[in-house]
């Protein structure tokens, strides 16, 4: 019950912001902007609007995400209110919850709204046919976000938002890199230190490249074998590694010093 | 929080790596299907002569797995430097297109139809050395994009029926398109690629297939008028291949002389003359190739449009060609502004002209038959092909006949 009322008050607050409202505004704007590639034929045009529009649904989510998750913690330590909280019968993990899981509505809301542009612009580019297949996108990306905002939740304790920034946004750039690091760690040409460097990062470092699925749904005529199977192996990936994350983020902040 | 809940949480924590490492092992072979496209860093060492400079934000997008939204945004961008004539920078730009997301079908499209018919001389003749690349980039769409029937088809009637003449490889990807629930006028283009290879029996029972296929689709959806349209025009088709085959049955008894002749004479430098007499009807056309004497198609394994600057191919077939009228023919080439196309740097040429009646229209066929049946020359008959019969006159030339 604590945890929830943190968590509504985080959401509340975390929609008044105007850097965060100002990101869903551009956001939204330009999804509604892909309509203007008008030169091409129809489904060159939905080619480019989806993949126009899911890559806005995912940049825009990942900056709000991140403006979001750097500033859980230090905001309460620099306005001082996270004393207050804890004098209370709050307990340390339940606030770090509450603000993870406040965070996490916020961006489901935030994401709810440029989908439901995302939707429309497409459906009005489509003779008025809903896409809902896209929506599977939407939910990789709420995913991926879901990560990362545990990843900046676990910096948010040990350093300050600007450190911390940058920290989660290059996790974030080594997580999407999968390609690169899966051959790295494979090919008889390269040293085992090499190889066993690129294993730990591509098996250790959260791997966000796993929920780029936006390409089937670019182009609904690819032919792709147990869909399912792939989501629901993302979501459960995303569910344990958010866990072992947010496991070591009470860890750390029940011994840090207030 | 109690020392034994948190040495608990620490161990739940270990203990919940391996699930993820397993897990991540059993997403990455799976991954490919959602992710074709490869990125930017991969993507460098497959260059070779075909540098080509993807612009720094881009980059940057493609690192963060957004290659379709570049690859998209890419395209708009090529779109505009066809309206401004740009051309020279379309094929590096359809290149990493189609490098970061392999199933943008319509830019394989685009990007053969360009290298097909966009580069081209003074005279607007297509520069025939892009035509292997263009096969090549059509064939990698196909291998990245095997169940959709658009580019089969765009291989076999853009390219190898429309450009190139080749109708028995027109069939082959037309019949492939057909496997993957293609629309109508996929089935009729196969009767109209049987039909221009000679095969009469076989174009009626392609009709005849068509006409069943249009009812098969009238029946499951009667308010389909594509359906109805498909089976008006396959009918018409049917009836007129009917009938010319009742009247081009024995043209074969009574071949009609050709009187085949062709001249090439030197105006000036790269500037020449053909002309010649052939006793068809007016609207045929006689074909025309002056390559270097040693010139072959270039085997490409893969695609690239790195082609051979030296090398000399203008190729006047198809949709060009030398009009026929009154039985005769000529035409001027000054080929003097397109040195760059054709650099003649050989010492042998060969010239080769020739009359194939498969490419005729109509109203020629009904003289020479679909494959030259009808056909007889005393000089320059060529039954090189088996099965058909044309004419042909090959000229050899030194470099200083053309210069």
């Known amino acids: 019950m604590t945890m929830l009322t943190i968590a509504k008050n985080t959401l509340g607050e975390a929609m008044r912001k105007k850097i965060l409202n100002i990101f869903l505004l551009v956001a939204l704007a330009m999804i509604a902007f892909a309509v203007s590639f008008a030169s091409f034929t129809m489904r060159e045009e939905l080619t480019i609007i989806k993949s126009f529009g899911l890559g806005v649904i995912a940049i825009a989510g990942m900056f709000i995400t991140v403006m979001l998750g750097v500033n859980l913690v230090p905001q309460e330590v620099e306005r001082r209110t996270i004393y207050t909280i804890l004098s209370k ?18 961006i489901l809301v935030n994401l709810a709204f440029m989908a439901v542009v995302f939707l429309v612009t497409v459906a009005w580019k489509h003779q008025w046919q809903p896409e809902w ?8 990306i709420f995913f991926q976000l879901f990560l990362l905002s545990s990843v900046a939740l676990v910096f948010s304790i040990f350093t300050t938002p600007v450190v911390n920034f940058f920290l989660t946004a290059g996790v974030y750039i080594v997580g999407s890199l999968s390609d690169v690091t899966l051959s790295m760690s494979h090919g008889a040409d390269k040293s085992p230190i090499v190889k066993g460097f690129y294993w730990l990062v ?14 089937p749904l670019i182009h609904p005529e690819s032919v792709i074998k147990n ?21 070591i983020a009470i860890l750390a902040f029940e011994r840090k010093d207030m | 929080m109690k020392l034994g809940t948190r040495i608990t949480l620490a161990i739940i924590a270990v203990m919940l790596i391996p699930p993820i490492v397993g897990l991540q092992k059993a997403i990455d072979p799976a991954r490919k299907q959602f992710q074709p496209g490869r990125g930017v860093g991969s993507v460098m060492t497959d260059m070779g002569n075909n540098p080509v400079v993807l612009p720094s934000q881009f980059v940057a997008g493609t690192v963060i797995g957004l290659q379709e939204v570049v690859a998209g945004l890419l395209w708009v961008r090529t779109d505009e430097f066809f309206h401004s004539g740009n051309y020279e920078a379309i094929i ?23 290298l097909d018919y966009n580069f081209v001389d003074s005279g607007q003749r297509a520069d025939h050395r892009y035509v292997v690349p263009a096969i090549k980039f059509l064939e990698e769409g196909i291998a990245n994009n095997p169940s959709i029937f658009d580019l089969y088809f765009d291989l076999a009637f853009v390219h190898y029926y429309l450009k190139i003449g080749n109708f028995e490889k027109a069939e082959e990807y037309m019949r492939l398109a057909a496997k993957h629930n293609p629309p109508f006028y996929v089935y009729r283009e196969i009767a109209h690629a049987l039909e221009k290879q000679g095969r009469v029996d076989d174009a009626i029972k392609q009709w005849q297939e068509c006409i069943k296929i249009g009812q ?16 008006q025009v396959s009918k018409r088709n049917l009836d007129s291949t009917l009938i010319r085959k009742v009247e081009r049955a024995n043209l074969g008894s009574r ?21 010649g007499k052939i006793n068809v009807p007016d609207g045929a056309r006689v074909f025309l190739t002056l390559t270097d004497s040693d010139y072959k198609e270039p085997t490409l394994k893969n695609f690239s449009w790195d082609v051979d600057t030296d090398a000399t191919a203008l190729w006047e077939t198809q949709i060009h060609g030398i009009s026929i009228n009154k039985g005769k023919f000529h035409k001027k080439y000054d080929l003097s502004k397109d040195i760059k196309q054709y650099p003649f740097k050989k010492d042998k040429y060969t010239l080769t002209l020739w009359f194939d009646p498969r490419c005729a229209p109509i109203s020629a066929q009904d003289i020479t038959g679909w494959k030259g049946e009808g056909i007889t020359d005393k000089q320059y008959l060529d039954t090189s092909i088996p099965g058909v019969k044309m004419v042909k006159k090959v000229i050899t030339l030194n470099r200083q006949d053309i210069l």
């Open chain 2, 255 to 275: 071949p009609t002389d050709m009187g085949f002749d062709a001249n090439f004479k030197r105006l000036g430098p790269r500037q020449f003359l053909i002309s």
């Open chain 1, 133 to 140: 297949a896209l929506l599977k996108g939407v939910l990789m």
């Open chain 2, 92 to 114: 590096p730009m359809v290149r990493m297109i189609t490098w970061l997301d392999p199933h943008m079908v319509d830019v394989y499209s685009v990007g053969a139809w360009h």
């Open chain 1, 202 to 215: 591509h098996y250790l470092v959260p791997n966000f490249a796993n929920f780029f699925t936006q390409n």
């Open chain 2, 216 to 231: 098969e689709e009238l029946a499951r959806n009667p308010k389909d008028t594509g359906a109805v349209t498909h089976i």
């Open chain 1, 89 to 106: 019968p709050v307990r340390r993990w339940e606030f770090l919850l509450g603000k993870f899981f406040g965070a996490l509505a916020t």
């Open chain 1, 227 to 247: 869909e399912l199977l792939y989501y629901a192996q993302n979501i459960i990936y995303a569910i344990i590694y958010a866990s072992v994350l947010l496991i």
